[in-house]
């Protein structure tokens, strides 16, 4: 999403290369081209001025140290100013209450439904919850049946009331429901509304005082830009919600929302959504989006995906196998689909510092590892256990078996052994520690 802002920005800083300190001409040179940069996302203006304002007293009032160049610490100034434009610092959803009760709201076709189940998911599989989806649109019903769907799939119980139309009736009922049932978290799906429909926002303000919810999630798509906070701002004078969730962030946005939204309504934004799965939803970290944005990467939400995926039993087999040099074709594929369950891939690349701007030319898709599995599926057992045996008439049968050349069989052999190399000099606590000094940084 922020791919354009930070070319820009980089392009930005470059205006400090090699410059021995800091003065008015080139801070203001530099954060000319920075409120540009702002400004093309579709950041407000006003929030863009008031930002470069800020940068400039801060940098102004620096003294640069003779170890850290102006460059350096304009990049420092910009990522803390970042991070604090996107409130600072992350805000934690309300469950306290028991059951919690969570109301969404936005705009019509805003992702709210969808949202909803992905909320679900998460709360029910990372903090243990047990969720009540609760089908409030009464005026589509096809938004029930989504709703159903959703938790069809997710295993969450969604409660719903066919005959009756009054939708605050409905959300009392369902909170009853949740006590009388042991759910602990009640997400209330309400019908998308324009914010100038009056009628509209009258009925959800009375869903709001008719059950008194713990969280007033405003739901608002990413790639509306600039609209998204205006439409936040008419929202919150009439419900005063506690916090913005962004979907479609995934998508080719400029990111303005995100970066305006805080300033404007002075909610903070929860979460975001990144995909179509349910599992496509993150709690929003202001600082590590402010680290993406400036090609930082983003090292920490990299291991946090790497853990939700991580099987201890596997992988303390997994260690004393590469140990023993023992790590084969079977533990290098089923390391793959691992990887695969973490999420896209160019996402999970632009985490690593350094690499994510080196590769962002390059095509990575979900698919990019569809030949090296047909590859690896096309061996015998005996060739996946040991890759030794691979000689060339083997490798001849491998490629044809699945319809691929000779030359990428080799390429994949070649892959395996050094990912397995390098996999054994990471279960070597030293080398480990060498290996992450020497990655590149800003």
Do not use: W
Not at 131 to 160: S, T
Not at 341 to 367: E, F, Q, R
């Amino acid at each position: 999403m922020f791919e354009n802002l930070s070319e820009k920005l980089d392009r930005a800083f470059k205006v400090l290369k090699g410059q021995g300190k800091i003065t008015e001409i080139n801070v203001a040179e530099t954060l000319k081209e920075v409120r540009k940069a702002l400004l093309d996302a579709d950041v407000n203006f006003k929030v863009a001025k008031t930002f470069t304002d800020t940068v400039k007293d801060l940098a102004m009032g620096q003294q640069v140290l003779t170890s850290v160049s102006p460059n350096q610490l304009m990049v420092k100034i910009v990522h803390d100013e970042l991070a604090k434009l996107m409130g600072g610092e992350t805000s934690e959803i309300n469950l306290k209450a028991n059951p919690a009760i969570i109301l969404m709201s936005g705009l019509q076709g805003s992702g709210k439904t969808t949202l909803s189940g992905k909320l679900a998911n998460m709360l029910k599989t990372k903090r243990g919850k047990n969720p009540l989806l609760v089908a409030c649109d009464v005026y589509r019903p096809a938004a029930i049946d989504q709703l159903k769907i959703i938790g069809g799939q997710i295993g969450v119980h969604v409660y719903e009331e066919l005959e009756n139309k009054n939708p605050v009736q409905i959300a009392r009922n369902a909170v009853s429901f949740a006590k009388q049932n042991g759910h602990n978290v009640v997400i209330i799906d309400t019908a998308g509304r324009l914010s100038i429909d009056e009628q509209m926002m009258n009925e959800i303000v009375a869903i709001k005082d008719g059950v008194r919810p713990d969280e007033i999630l405003f739901v608002v798509d990413a790639m509306t830009g600039q609209d998204a906070v205006n439409t936040a701002k008419t929202f919150n004078d009439r419900l005063d919600f506690s916090g913005v969730v962004l979907t479609k962030l995934d998508g080719d946005t400029r990111g303005g929302a995100a970066l305006s939204i805080k300033s404007v309504v002075n909610k903070p934004i929860k979460f975001v959504g990144l995909g179509e799965k349910m599992d496509a939803i993150d709690v929003f970290h202001p600082a590590r989006m402010a680290d993406r944005i400036l090609g930082m990467g983003d090292i920490v939400t990299l291991v946090e995906r790497a853990q939700e995926q991580f099987d201890e039993v596997e992988a303390a087999k997994l260690q004393k196998k590469l140990a023993k040099n023992q790590f084969n074709f079977n533990d290098f594929l089923s390391q793959l689909q691992q990887i695969k369950k973490m999420g896209n891939l160019k996402d999970l690349v632009s985490m690593i510092p350094g690499v994510g701007k080196a590769m962002k030319d390059i095509d990575i898709t979900n698919d990019s590892f569809k030949h090296i599995e047909a590859i690896i599926h096309s061996m015998t057992p005996e060739e996946r256990e040991n890759v030794a045996v691979l000689n060339g008439s083997r490798r001849k049968r491998i490629a044809a078996g699945c319809g691929r050349d000779v030359q990428e069989v080799n390429k994949v052999i070649t892959q395996f052994e050094e990912t397995r190399k390098m996999m054994r000099m990471f279960s070597n606590k030293d080398e480990a520690k060498k290996m992450m000094r020497a990655m590149p940084r800003r």
